[in-house]
Each structure stands twice: as structure tokens, then as C-alpha cells.
């Protein structure tokens, strides 16, 4: 009954693995059965026993070939890479005839995002790229509400995604590589976590601006990447918006918060406290709705665990995607809602223009694609 | 690697039981194998069979049985029937030798608790009470905080838990077994989270109130049981606390709060926004210390799986029982910081002293034990 | 166009006084022009000069003679003194036939206040008590939506008051007065606040409580009074309350809050933030009502200076009464929705029944009247 | 030892008069005497009477003059008509000698802003502009905290001033001249509210954007000024920042809120709430500090009327700076912190270079000045 997973990337002392295997066994859809956690054959392997495990490779190549050749071969794989791994690997799987489910941006380059479009459209297989922040049972509720028109036409989308955590010259593994272009792409801030807010207000609006302006920043000596963006959008439709992407936002741990504002009403979400929301119909007094509560919304009440006021929270969101991905697979289906190529390639056109942009001293740049 | 569950009650359109089992898994120390779903035999099969359980039984009694007997029996048991059901259920399986994790509160009735505490010292199990606020990771840091005398000499504590759910005559699964006397016990509000209040305060500060003087009421015409309750409090060292549990608290979900007032600082905690925490040292500015941020105790950090900003909640909390209850088994050791009988027999008191109290019009009462 | 006041109390130093004349001249109403601003007439005169007063007296006796013998003598008197000087000193000015306007407490015993009844009934003058949190926009609002019935019939009324200035031995003139029995009365933070929290819930829903059960504690070694009250109300309505007044509660500042919950829907109002309530219907997402916002009452807007969005304060709410009090005078009416002689009374009461409850071990007390 | 003051505008219906009036009032250091309340002489004595007064004038040339020429003429004049009626009046009463203080914005064009910086200087009289939002306490604590650099080196300034007044297309006096470009200037949001940001972070930083990049849009048809700025700023000093002006944001009513991030700390303050800020050493847990509270700077304490956790709000940050002015004139000083006309003509600046920017696609343009 459960679906077989398979990991590369995530062994021992990686943060996003973890991650990925909880959100993996919280609705008890998946079993994780093989992996090539490391680029290290060893620490793979000792990764892999630590885990329980049980058919570890020496790499995803490897992996990809003898999984596709088994009969209990597993379903679908897991990315959990530094972001220049992510086509090579997914191609390796799509290829082998195994749904991806691979974690943001989808990759180092835009030319590689490119390139693997083909190769999934070829493959008919799934992709699904883990925008978790898509799977908040309050964010579903708006984009339901968006669609629905219950903020009538939008006019504002304000999006910020703040920490601090790289505020000095960081060290340690994941400062390492998320501030090495090598590993990690062109864009610092906005590639890490600029994606998320970009992708999480094109989910809600059902809108991807056509022009941006923007402003970006190394403020930590030495670092090779941007650290801050200040980003201005503009939307075919007329609508407006900012987006602002920092690592050295003093005071903030995680602070992903997103408006979206129309000339009927207004929304507004922020993810360290996801369990609420406020809304507001013009000339009426605001409303705080709930995941699950009173005025939740269908959208919302299909991926909730437990009632009102017993708060859910990252690794849940997390989880639908995994269980949605289950319920795809099944059902041999689209991903419905669920965050893919589009998105990926949405996610680095936006780095690529806010980079020409920046490069260009903050002009207006057209997105392409 | 991974231990074994069994889980006695918990079938379909239970709330419950489905938490024990999203709870059991996040951790991936548990496997689910054996059940007695519902007291009705047909329901008990369609639920295993719905979740891939594989060894359904008809009955506790002979689940207890059979699994003692297998040489790849269970480790443990999760009993989520209605409270009445509690003591029976958890007496056969600790005289089978097999540990158990049961749900709060022990029993319905205080003298059914005292019975079991002797058959559990005989058996050398293990019984865990899920009163799984405690595994909250704030909660930890408080308790450690106290413990470390950063509050000073505790003066106040003040609980409330309080709901809406029941403003109305309610119909429903739930509210119907919640407000019988004879399966939930005498008390309604105070036993079913009153007594988590009680406990949590009790885990946090360390000390149990001697005396208390409680006002309930049934507001809901016909209603057999408590749905709000006053309750003022004095602690042998001089502390004074006050406990207010209401299910008719309209604009209120799940509002459980605690604050502990000491001489030289103060915590305040709510439950609906669990990652986070303020701390106030005597003359100082107000805190925010944040699950895993900056601040974060040893006890905190110890039971988190993503870093602070990044929400853990309901369901995280009550996974650290599981994850505990597997590591306090491995060790063969007594559970640590888990909740247990002890804290069982504290709530069964508590709830015998408000109604005695209560009958008494209010008066001021031991509470014994 | 002006009136004319005098004050008795406030000289240099003092808190009151000086909150007192703000509030007096906020909306232009009043002009300051006599006082008797200290018991030792040398510091009188020097607070008078120094505040541009052009009259000053050696005592309230004094004053309340000439400036009733006074063509342009005061049309109204402050009294601003320590609680025990507020009885002798209102029948003065009341026996004068000048209006008086008193700070709260009422006095310092219940036999006093009792005394003062007949002699305001006499003078056919206005007596106004300055609970000031009274005058807040919001509060106006929650009276207004009480009475409209828009939260049903009334069950729980929650009430906190607690700051956190007396947590050590304190010194100073203001510590010093509020904690001696002589002058402050036999009730320390029952008096100085618990009074306030007490009116407040009883403005808000016309009702008073009919029994209550206290229990005092003075935390402080050799504090001569209360500093922390624990109590529990009962209506004759049925409705049920909780009152927690804290001079101790560190992390307080002044932390006055009121929720009222009826059968269909509640307030939450919390003084320090107090330009927003919150109000929820049962069953419909909780609302953020605002002083002068969508969803402002003709009773809110009636009192607001600023449009929505300004905050209002404490000054501000105070000055409500001084102009409603000018209004009063002019209209030679009643005091309308002023607090009067009649919450005085109501508060020295409660005072009384929280210490008879608490000297008798807590016990569920009459409040008599 | 009051002051007199006179006012031009704020006749009957006018919301600026009437806060200005209350602000002179609050502290007791100004009589207002005097007023050419309308241009419409009729109105201007029917609202001089009504205020009881004493002396109204038809105009305010002929006031400004009569004034002058009286031994007790008015010490100061309030101007508070629309925007293009500031130069004029206030070249008026400088050159009649007499102090100004003048509601924002300066003016309606930059080149009369510019024109009254020599009148200024030649009167040796104090120009002083109510930017109030100064006027707050804890804004006073931010700037003494950054200039001591408690912050480190500043790298971001993010400020927001949103409204949703004019979703719609507004009716009403105060919607009609606020959108004319004839009265108001050529900037709708930007000049109402965007230069009040302007000058607060202006205010608390020290420091002027050397450039920005703005982008202006009128989302109601047929509106002839901006009711939304999307604003990028660049420092001198290499920190960059973000502002907000809008009067179409849905849910929001006055939501000024300035977050000052440096490299060692950051500040976030919002007027709404104004008797708090948030303050956080890099790598500490986030503090709450409070107007007067624990952890208060001299110069916030200075500017304070009541203790901690009695909230102030608009009306006493918009008093202080009618003291602040009363202390000046008195001490024939310069007007120290107040805002005056270098704030002024910043703000024309940040209008101009705003309005250039965005007619030319939301290029970066140079402030100028």
C-alpha cells in the first residue's frame, strides 16, 4: 500500500534530508528503502545503516539504473542535493522512468532548467518540486479565495522573506555551499529563499509578474553572492508588487510573509505563525481566520491532521506534498496543485532577471520565458 | 530497529487515535502492527484493514493474549478508547508484560487509578501518560528554566485552557462520549483538559497545588457533566495559581496558556502559538525566546527537528512521547521526563477535589493522595 | 464658555494630579484656577505656582469655603489625595455646593463611603468617580454591544488587572501611600486596582456580582496589605467570573483586561493595546473591531477625537469624563454613562467582601448593599 | 506664561485643525487667541466663535499683520490649510515676525519650498514642520539607540505607510482636496503619507537616500495623483531600503511602521501600536521594550506623560512637538530635534525625485538638493 522512496542527497548533518524523510512518514504513504546519501560512498553508506536503510548506493547514477531494473524498485526519488545537482540527478531518474520529487530551486542555471523540460516531457513521469510553503492548509485557502474573486481584481502583492542567519561571515556546511555559486547558483538570497516567495505568491495569485526592477546586495564582505534583493514588480494585469529577500535581517528567523491585496478585499499570511490568517472586505472589520476554524475554506480543510487551534505547522505543510505526490502517483494523474517544472523554471527566470536587472543598475527588465 | 505498536481503540472517525499514529510515525521509532480498533468487531477489522494494520482482534483482552505470546509480539500498546475504558485496557496489557502509552486522563473514576498503580509497580512496564503538551520544546525550556531558579521563588501560576466547541448542545461522536459521565467520568471540562492544564503547570513548576477551591458549571441545558470551571489554588511553598477550563469559552479553540510568576521573572506560553515564549526578568525588558533561537535551552533544543522559525506543532510535541517512550523502552528505563501514572493520579485527584469542592459550594479543599 | 475647576491634591510629585489636569484640558472644557494642592500649605503654594494657578489655598476647607462664597468661584473640585482623604473632602465641597469629581477608590472604608451617600443625595450636586478605563472608545463599544445583546446572554466574565511595580519592597512616595492601610485603606492591590477591573467588568455588563470568594496574599515580606488577589464571582444571573488583581505579576506593566463570553458571541479588550477589541460570534471567524474602524458603534464613535488608526490612549479615555462631566454640568443633568457614587459604593463593596472572603480562609462571601 | 498661538485654516470639518488644537492644549503651553480659521470669512468667523476665538480675521495677511502689530500678538501660527496654501501663509507671518508652525508637506511644488528658505533665514524665526510622527516617544528612544550604535552600521530601512481610504473613488472634503493635484501637489500618496516616512526614517537614521527608484500608480480610475508608491532607496553609505505608500491597501488604516536593521541589531516600531518596539541584538533574543518601560533611553523618558503600560498615541507625540515648539520660542533656540524646514524640503525632494522617476519607467534618479 505504501509507495517506495528513494533519497539522494540528505546524509548525515544535512539539514533538508531530515526534512524530507519526516514530511515522507507523516501520512505513512512512502517507505524509504534506498538511497545514495552522499557523494561520499562511504558516508553514504554509513548515512544510509544509520537510517535503517536498506539498499544504499554509491551513486545516483547507480541508484537510478539498478532501482529502475528492480521490480520493488522504488516509486519516486527524492533530491535533497546541493541546488547544481538537481537537473543531473533528476534526469538520471526521469530517464530510468522514476517521478521526481525534488527539493527548490530547480537548479544552478537556468540553461540546465531548460534542458530538463524536454527530458520530463519525454519521460511522462512526475515532477514535483518541493515548494512546501504551497502545502500550509492557509495558503490553499487563498489561493481558493484569490480564484474565488473574494478580493475582487488584485492591485498588490507584497512579499518578504527575511532571516538572519548569514548577517556575519557564516561557517559551517550550510553556509558553505548556499553562499558558493558553484553549488549554489548565481543568486544568494534570491535563489535560496526569493524563490519561495516568488513561487508562493504566483500559487496564491494565480499570477507571475512581467517585469521586475532589482536591487541586490552583498552586504557580508568576501561573500560571492547577494545577500539582500529589494525587488519591484510589475503584472501584465496592472497589478503592483514588492518582494524583499534578506539573510541579514537582524531579528528575523524565517520570516516568509505574504499580502496580496485587491480592490474588494486582502489577505495576509506569514509562516512563522501559519495557523492564521488575517482577511479583510473593504470597509469591514478585519478577520482572522484559522487553519480549520470557523470560514475555513474547502481547499483548507482538505489537507488538515487536527482541529482548530491544535497548530500545525513546517513539517506538515511539508507532508501534504508528499502525500499529494502519493495521491498522483496513484492515480497515474497530473500533480494538480502541486509545484513542478513550471514553477522551477519560474523560480529561475525570476533569478535570472533580478541578476541582468541588479547587473544593470536596477532597470526595469522584461522576465522572458 | 523500529519498535512495534499495537493500538487499542482509535477506528474510523476517531480524532485521537489518528493523532497516536501520525505521532508514532514522525520519528520513524514505531510500526504500527496490531489492533483492537473499536469494541464492535466488524469496525475493528475495517479499520485495521483501511490502515494496513496487520493482526486485527476482536478484543483487548485477546490482543493482549496473543501478542504476549508471539515471539514478534509488541512492544507497546496505545490505548485511545474513551476514559472508562482506560484502566481495564491498560491492566491487562502491563500484566501481559507489554508497556503502555495511554491517553490522558487515566481513568473516570479515582479509585479505578489508584487500582492500577500497584498491577503497573508489579509488572515493571512502563506506562506512559500522553499528556502531550509536556512535549512541547518551549515547555521543556521552561521547566528547565524554573528548575535553574531563573524565575526565582515561583509566587503565581495561572492556567487556562479554554475552548468554544461546546457553547451549544453539540451532537457528534465526540461531544457525545465527552460530556457522558459514564465513559469520560464525572468530570467534563476539568477532566478533559483541565487535567492537561494541571499537568502541565505541575511539569513546568514542579509542584503540585495542596488545596483548591473550584466553581463549575454546566451552562448547556442538560448537560451531565462540567463545560467551564473556576478554579483558585495554593501551593504548599505560598505559591497561589488560578485554573480556568471552559469548552464554552465562545472565540476560543484550543486556548491552553500557562504563566509562571516568580520573584525575579516570568513565562508565559500559549499553546496555539507554541513557538514562542516570553521571558521576563524583574526590570528588564520583555523577551521572545523562539523554539530553537536564540536563547533556546539544552532541554529545548534536544527535542526539535528544524531549526527556529521553521513552526513545529500539535503533532511534533506529542511525536517526542513516542520518540522518548522508544528510547526510555530501549533503555529499559523508567520514562524520564514522560508523563506517567504519577502525573496520572495528580489529574484524577485534581478532578475528585474540584467536585468535591464544587459540591461543597466551593469551598476549600485537600486535595489528598 | 470654560468651566472652572479647582483641584485638591496633586502638588509636585504626585501622578494623578498631573494625569488629572492633562485630561482636564484635552478638549478645552475646563480651566484650572484654584487648588489646595498639598496638605502643607508651603508646597501647596510652590505646585500652584509652579502650574500657573492663580488661587491657592492653605487647605480643602478653606477652598471649599471661599470659592463657594466666590462669584467666579469653581464650578467643580478634583480631589486627587491619597484614598483616605477622599471622603472628608468630597462632603466639603459637596456641602459647599460645588461639583465634585473624585479619584478612585471611593475611600479608604466602606463606612465612609456609606456616609457620603446622603450627603451627595442632599446636595443635589454631581459626584463623579474617574474610572478612567471607562472612557475608553472600545469599552463604550463592548457596553453597548452587551446591552444590544449581541453576545447572547451573559456566562463568564474574565477580568486581570496585574502589574508588576510592588514585586520587591518598594520605596517612594507613591509605593509608600498605596501600601499603607491608613491611607490607602485595608485593601492594597484589591484597592488601588483590583477597584478598577471590578468597575470596569460592571459598566460593561450592567451586571454586579452577587457572592465572590477571595483569597489575598501579600507576597512581599512586611507589606502591610494585599498585593495579589485571587477571585471568583458568581452572578445572580448565573453567569460566573474570574477577577486576578497583581501588583507582583512581573512582566506586567498595566496589564488590564476584560473578556466577556456570552452564549453567542465574545469580547476580548486589553488596556494597553486598547484601540483594537476583538469579537467573535460563535461559530464565525473571531473579528479585530477598532476605535473608530469598520464596525464602530454610535457609542464608540461618539467619543473618539481621532479617525481610525490614531491611537487613542489613557489620556485620552480620561479626558472623556472630563468632558462628559462639563457636559453634565451644563445640561444640569445626571452623570449619564459617568461613573458616580453608585460605583464607589459598588467598589468599596467588593474590597470589603474580598477581605471578609479571604480573612474567613476564602469562603464564598454575600457581597451585601 | 502661556504662549499664544493663532491658526490659519481649520475651520469647521477640517481634521488637521482639530488634532493641532488638542496637541497645543495637551501640556498647557499655549492659548489659541487667535484665527483666519477659513478663506471664506463667513465660515472662518463661524468657526472662531464656536471655538471660542477671541480674535478671527478674514485673511491671513490681514492677520499676520494685525498680529505683528499688537503688543500681544500671537507668539506662533499654526498653518493647517492644504498643502499649496503653506508657503504663503507661512511666508506671511514670518516676514511679519512672528514663529511658524506648518502642517506637512511643505508645499505643493518644490520650487516654492525652495523659495521659502531664504524668508526663513532672513525672519530669524522658527519654521517647524509637524511631522508628529517624531513627536513619539520610543521614536525618540530608536534615534538615540542608532546614533549611539546600538544597531551597528545601518544596512536596510524599510518603511510602510499604508492607508485604504481611497479603494474607492472618494467623496468627501478631506478624499477631494488630498487628490487635487492644485491643492494637494503633484504626489497623492507619496505627498500626504510617503513623505512622513520619508522624514521618520529620516528622523531616526540621520541619514538621506542619495537615490531612488520609484514606481507611481493611480489604481482608481480617473484619480489625477498616486494612491500607491513602490519606492527603492540607495544610501550614500551603501544601505538600501524599500518604502510603501498607499491609500488602496485593503485592511489597513494608518499603518506607519519603520524597521531599522543594522549589523549588529535592528529595531521594528509601528504607529498603530505605538507604546511598543521590538529591539534585537544579532544572535539575542528578541526584547519588547515600551514607551517608559523597562529599558527606556532618556530620550524617549523625556518626552513621556504617563508610566509604562498607560498608553499614549497620536495626539501626545503630536503634542510634544507644540512643547518642544513652546520651549524653543522660549529659550530663542533653535528648535533642536523638531522637524523643520530642511525636513521640509527633504520631503519636496523625495516628491520630486519620486515623480521624475517613476514618468520616467521607475528609473533610478538622483535625490538632487
Request: glycine share 12%; proline share 3%.
Amino acid at each position: 500500500m505504501t509507495l517506495k522512496l528513494g533519497m539522494v542527497g540528505g546524509g548525515e548533518g544535512a539539514f533538508i534530508g531530515a526534512v524530507h524523510r519526516i514530511a515522507a512518514r507523516i501520512d505513512g504513504q512512502w517507505e524509504l528503502v534506498a538511497g545514495a546519501l552522499s557523494s561520499d560512498p562511504e558516508r553514504a553508506r554509513s548515512s544510509a545503516a544509520a537510517l535503517g536503510i536498506k539498499r544504499s548506493y554509491d551513486s545516483f547514477a547507480q541508484m537510478a539504473e539498478a532501482e529502475a531494473a528492480r521490480e520493488d524498485g522504488i516509486d519516486a526519488v527524492a533530491i535533497v542535493t546541493p541546488n547544481h545537482m538537481h537537473v543531473p540527478v533528476a534526469r538520471a531518474f526521469l530517464e530510468a522512468g522514476i517521478h521526481v520529487i525534488c527539493d527548490k530551486p530547480l537548479a544552478s542555471k537556468l540553461e540546465d532548467a531548460l534542458a530538463l523540460e524536454e527530458v520530463a516531457a519525454r519521460s511522462g513521469k512526475l515532477f514535483i518540486l518541493t515548494h512546501n510553503y504551497s502545502g500550509y492548509p492557509l495558503i490553499r485557502q487563498a489561493r481558493e479565495m484569490v480564484a474565488n474573486g473574494e478580493l475582487g481584481r488584485l492591485r498588490l502583492v507584497h512579499i518578504e522573506y527575511v532571516q538572519d542567519w548569514l548577517t556575519e561571515a557564516a561557517t559551517g556546511k550550510q553556509a558553505e555551499w548556499r553562499t558558493d555559486p558553484a553549488r549554489s547558483g548565481a543568486g544568494g538570497a534570491i535563489g535560496d529563499i526569493g524563490t519561495h516567495g516568488w513561487q508562493l505568491a504566483e500559487f496564491v495569485t494565480g499570477e507571475t509578474p512581467a517585469a521586475l526592477a532589482a536591487d541586490l546586495t552583498s552586504f557580508v564582505e568576501g561573500r560571492a553572492v547577494d545577500d539582500n534583493a529589494h525587488v519591484m514588480l510589475r503584472y501584465a494585469s496592472g497589478a503592483k508588487g514588492m518582494l524583499w529577500a534578506s539573510q541579514v535581517a537582524v531579528g528575523n528567523e524565517n520570516a516568509l510573509r505574504l499580502r496580496v491585496i485587491g480592490d474588494k478585499g486582502s489577505l495576509d499570511w506569514a509562516q512563522e505563525n501559519p495557523n492564521q490568517m488575517t482577511f479583510t472586505r473593504f470597509g469591514q472589520p478585519k478577520q482572522i481566520l484559522t487553519r480549520g476554524g470557523a470560514g475555513a475554506s474547502e481547499a483548507g480543510l482538505a489537507t488538515i491532521r487536527t482541529p482548530a487551534g491544535h497548530p500545525e505547522g513546517y513539517l506538515e505543510g511539508f507532508a501534504t506534498l508528499y502525500r499529494e505526490a502519493a495521491e498522483a502517483i496513484r492515480a497515474k494523474d497530473s500533480t494538480g496543485v502541486l509545484p513542478g517544472l513550471k514553477d522551477g523554471l519560474s523560480g529561475m527566470r525570476f533569478i535570472d532577471a533580478c541578476l541582468r536587472s541588479s547587473q544593470d543598475g536596477g532597470k526595469w527588465t522584461e522576465l522572458g520565458g
